[in-house]
């Protein structure tokens, strides 16, 4: 049994809140540049430039990539041979409010739905806890704005749904986004499962690289397809026409009951941010 301390937890969630909001993903930025190779339309060039100097400032002198810092989610894998020595829940939020501090990053929680009073800690954060093999424990974190996620959606379609009605549904969802979620966008996709569990598989689809495809054939044909279609609506960056409306779609899927099959989408915007430590 490997012992891995909570501070050192907190130095890690602290760490990777600060990269996530400073420095674009690699794997999004290498999408922008190639979205600017085909782009014909001057404004939407000029967009996807700007875009990019605005990630690669942001990474130069340590500032926000958005003025949106997000609600942070935290992504658990747990190696089943690791003990936790001190309180964890204390050190995830704690590293959180740690890192808004020091990094002078915007609070934007508030400790009730509806009487809206700010916490100015940028917590409590999100937390979602896999136990896995070995004795490793992984770390992510999501600091996702709510421009996009207030354009997220889910449905319970009917279990006979072809997957030409998963199309539909989630062409839908982006059409309904349209500007207001600061495209160009990145999908993720959750199928199977339970009505909350898609929802999480559509989070831990913005987590994986929008280079790596799913592992089965006809989710990765989907996939394609999807990329496809979305950007034959040419909402274009920031919602002013052009060709990139999306830069990726990942689907994760999940065994589901024989009376349902729901189908969840998160919508993030081009500043999709995350960060990952193994301890």
Do not use: W
């Not at 050192?8 to 190639?34: G, Y």
């Amino acid at each position: 049994m490997r012992e891995i301390n909570a501070s050192k937890i907190r130095e890690a969630v602290t760490e990777l809140c600060l990269r996530a909001n400073f420095e674009l993903r690699q794997d999004v930025l290498r999408a922008l540049r190639s979205a600017l190779k085909k782009e014909t339309g001057g404004r939407a060039r000029n967009i996807l430039k700007s875009i990019i100097e605005n990630a690669q400032l942001a990474k130069k002198k340590r500032i926000a990539i958005c003025q949106d810092t997000g609600l942070v989610s935290i992504f658990l894998e747990i190696g089943n041979d690791v003990a936790i020595k001190g309180d964890l829940e204390e050190a995830l939020h704690g590293g959180v409010e740690d890192a808004y501090k020091k990094g002078h990053l915007r609070k934007s929680v508030v400790d009730d739905s509806l009487m809206r009073k700010n916490t100015n800690t940028n917590t409590p954060c999100i937390i979602h806890v896999d136990i896995v093999k070995g004795d490793r424990l992984k770390v992510t974190v999501s600091p996702k704005g709510f421009g996009s996620e207030n354009k997220s959606a889910i449905k319970m379609l009917r279990p006979t749904a072809p997957a030409s009605e998963v199309t539909d549904f989630i062409l839908e969802v982006v059409k309904n986004a349209g500007a207001d979620a600061c495209p160009p966008l990145i999908l993720g996709i959750g199928m199977g499962g339970t009505f909350d569990h898609a929802a999480l598989l559509s989070k831990k689809a913005l987590l994986r690289s929008i280079e790596t495809r799913n592992t089965k054939k006809h989710f990765r044909m989907l996939e394609k397809d999807l990329l496809k279609a979305v950007n034959s609506l040419k909402i274009g960056p920031m919602g002013l026409g052009g060709k990139t409306t999306v830069l990726g779609v990942n689907i994760e899927e999940f065994p589901t009951h024989i009376a349902g099959l729901p189908v969840a989408v998160s919508v993030s915007c081009h500043a999709t941010r995350s960060a990952e430590k193994v301890l």
